[in-house]
């Protein structure tokens, strides 16, 4: 059964720390993995990655694609209140279809 | 250009009694999908539609109907509620391979 597990599940900061997201997964024909940040609503987009070892980055965040480990990793650097927020972790198969983990949420203290 | 729109955004219900949640989309994109979100299990997949006129049944699809009415839209139905599918329902689109948009989520309450 294909499977997306993050951790941790919930983490609490302060303001300027550097927080590291864990996602892994089991998934057959796997095409694609996302991260999602959702706040009180929908969730929104953030990341697409398809290969190994290229860093996708915006800002403060950016994330990474490990295909032999099955993983992939979020960096937020310099948190600040407004990163507070649930971030989903998501991998596409060649079905079409997105199985998403359970999600971590992070709260950043000032 | 609004996205992807969701009605209603909140709703009660009594348990056995149906309802319709609606979903529109003005990005032009051919697949929608129907999730729910529960606390600490993230978003589980209903039923999704790659394209107008085509359905598939999700993760979790028991319980739920749906209909693509067109390329816009795309509803969900609960025939006979139950206090199991009290949850955040979210509907999403997307037109490059992956990458979905969701729309607000109606919170729906069975009794």
């Known amino acids: 059964e294909d499977k997306v597990v993050q951790s941790p599940l919930s983490l609490v900061v302060h303001e300027g720390d550097t927080v590291t997201l864990n996602c892994s997964y089991e998934v057959t024909n796997f095409r694609s993995l996302l991260w999602y940040k959702q706040e009180k609503k929908a969730p929104t987009f953030l990341f697409m990655l398809t290969s190994s070892g290229i860093e996708k980055k915006s800002g403060r965040l950016s994330s990474i694609l490990d295909k032999k480990e099955l993983s992939s990793i979020l960096n937020i650097t310099a948190t600040q209140t407004g990163d507070s927020a649930i971030y989903l972790c998501?991998?596409?198969?060649?079905?079409?279809?997105?199985?998403f983990g359970q999600g971590t949420t992070l709260q950043v203290k000032p | 250009n609004a996205g992807v729109t969701q009605t209603p955004k909140f709703q009660v219900l009594k348990t056995g009694q149906s309802m319709t949640l609606q979903c529109a989309q003005d990005m032009n994109h051919n697949s929608m999908y129907w999730y729910r979100q529960d606390p600490g299990m993230g978003l589980r997949l209903i039923y999704y539609?790659?394209?107008?006129?085509?359905?598939d049944k999700g993760e979790v699809p028991n319980g739920y109907n749906v209909s693509r009415l067109n390329k816009r839209e795309f509803s969900l139905r609960l025939e006979s509620a139950a206090p199991s599918q009290t949850s955040v329902y979210f509907c999403?689109?997307?037109?490059?391979?992956?990458?979905?948009?969701f729309g607000p989520g109606t919170r729906l309450t069975v009794l």
């Open positions: 998501a991998v596409g198969s060649n079905t079409g279809k997105l199985i």
């Open positions: 539609s790659a394209s107008e006129g085509t359905t």
């Open positions: 999403a689109s997307s037109e490059i391979a992956d990458t979905q948009y």
